[in-house]
């Protein structure tokens, strides 16, 4: 039996959350990967979470049906437009309501049941669109919440909340990407898709991930259906 400490890493598909996960993974960790299809637009990121928990050699990955279009509230889950003019200061309409709280409360319950005590999840608070749950101040709560809402927590067997990127620009992911032999072509960023399996190009997420790449100064793999 391995000696190795057990995480579940929250794996969405997308750049961030792959690093993050291969952060676990070169921390020594055993991997757990999750994913949920919250029947969000941008389904073919869920493929890209596939790729990548295999990639990570994942002892396990669900991916978790939580229907959260039946709230609505989000372009990702409603018949909402995608912003395509530019990242602005307010929240988006991408922002889909407490995503990050459901998330990590299903990553914490497989935890606890698995018997792990480190969850990752791949939020940063400078190169985003401004959503509040990807906040320092989000995740430290959840940490507190984690050992307040559990057996594990009370009997003295505390959780931590690993946010490896939360400080990272987008150029400090894709070189993190590139340390860490990852394939960033491997992941799904695009709110959403165009036809052909392409990245729009426009929306919040492709321009946050143009822009990392070119800062970084590395070749971008994405294949984009337009620049800005």
């Avoid at 009370?154 to 946010?163: C, D, K, S, T």
């Avoid at 070189?175 to 426009?202: K, T």
């Amino acid at each position: 039996m391995s000696t190795q400490p057990l995480a579940v890493a929250l794996i969405s598909g997308g750049l961030d959350s792959m690093v993050s996960a291969a952060h676990a993974r070169e921390a020594g960790f055993r991997l757990l990967a999750l994913s949920v299809d919250y029947n969000q637009r941008h389904q073919i990121e869920l493929a890209a979470a596939r790729r990548i928990a295999r990639e990570l050699g994942a002892e396990r990955h669900i991916v978790l049906p939580l229907d959260l279009s039946a709230f609505g509230g989000s372009a990702l889950t409603a018949d909402i437009e995608v912003p395509k003019n530019g990242v602005g200061e307010d929240i988006p309409v991408t922002y889909v309501p407490a995503r990050n709280t459901i998330f990590l409360s299903l990553a914490l319950g497989w935890a606890e049941a698995a018997g792990a005590r480190d969850l990752f999840i791949g939020v940063n608070a400078l190169d985003y669109s401004g959503y509040p749950d990807c906040r320092p101040e989000f995740i430290a709560a959840f940490e507190g919440l984690a050992d307040l809402a559990t057996k594990a927590g009370v009997e003295g067997h505390p959780f931590r909340i690993h946010a490896p990127l939360q400080h990272m620009t987008k150029a400090d992911i894709a070189r993190e990407a590139m340390r860490l032999g990852m394939d960033a072509g491997m992941s799904w960023s695009c709110y959403d898709p165009a036809p052909g399996g392409l990245h729009c190009g426009l929306c919040d997420s492709c321009r946050l991930r143009m822009k990392g790449f070119e800062e970084a100064g590395l070749p971008d793999p994405t294949r984009y259906a337009t620049h800005p």
